[in-house]
């Protein structure tokens, strides 16, 4: 039907929906289908083709293929930084998403950075979950650098803002469990 703002919808979802149910084969061929599709309808360099290359480099990450997914990274970053403040709530999601790949990677010292950089985005448009949800992750990375002292730290902050709301979020399970592995770590 030449709704090309669909196809792009609909190829984002099957790589997102191939990539969860750890089919990437399927979701790596729509990876190299959708980024040619968005460059011949004049989207390269697009915040709609960063978006998309987020997606293209989480699907890579996923499927072991973290230097292809390195790649993606660093394309993301230019046209971020064409497009966008340095405060936009996309960096925060950016960076999220960029300390995975370092986790993967080995490299926690790297992704405590980026988390770290999130952090500073997020913190001062409240939301409160989001800002939980990278503590933890950030407790999680720094505990892998035996930095148990300043994880602890954000772990607590993690732990209060969940308790505080009520605890429904999933991710409540995961701070549980880094607070778990922290406290083994200082054999309380």
């Known amino acids: 039907a030449d709704d090309y703002s669909a196809v ?6 099957l790589i997102g929906f191939y990539r969860d ?5 399927k979701s790596l061929y729509y990876c ?8 011949m309808h004049g989207l390269k360099g697009s915040i709609h083709y960063a978006t998309t290359c ?14 292809v997914s ?13 497009i966008l403040t340095p405060t936009d709530s996309l960096y925060a999601s950016y960076y999220n998403n960029l300390s995975l ?3 993967e990677m080995g490299a926690f010292g790297k992704a405590s950075e980026c988390l770290k950089m999130a952090l500073r985005i ?7 979950i989001k800002i939980a949800i990278t503590c933890s992750n950030l407790a999680a990375s720094l505990l892998r650098i035996e930095e148990e002292q300043e994880a602890e730290f954000y772990m607590n902050q993690a732990l209060q803002i969940f308790i505080d709301h009520g ?19 200082k054999k309380q």
Do not use: W
């Open 8 to 13: 792009i919808t609909i190829v984002n979802e």
């Open 21 to 25: 149910i750890s089919q990437y084969d």
């Open 32 to 39: 190299e289908q959708i980024l040619p599709f968005m460059e």
């Open 54 to 67: 987020l997606n293209v480099a989480n699907a890579y990450r996923a499927a072991g293929k973290c230097e």
């Open 70 to 82: 390195l790649e993606y990274y660093k394309e993301i970053k230019k046209i971020y930084d064409r």
């Open 101 to 103: 790949l370092y986790q």
């Open 122 to 128: 997020i913190e001062p448009y409240g939301d409160i």
């Open 167 to 185: 605890e429904q979020d999933f991710h409540y399970g995961t701070a549980l469990s880094v607070m778990g592995e922290l406290k083994k770590k």
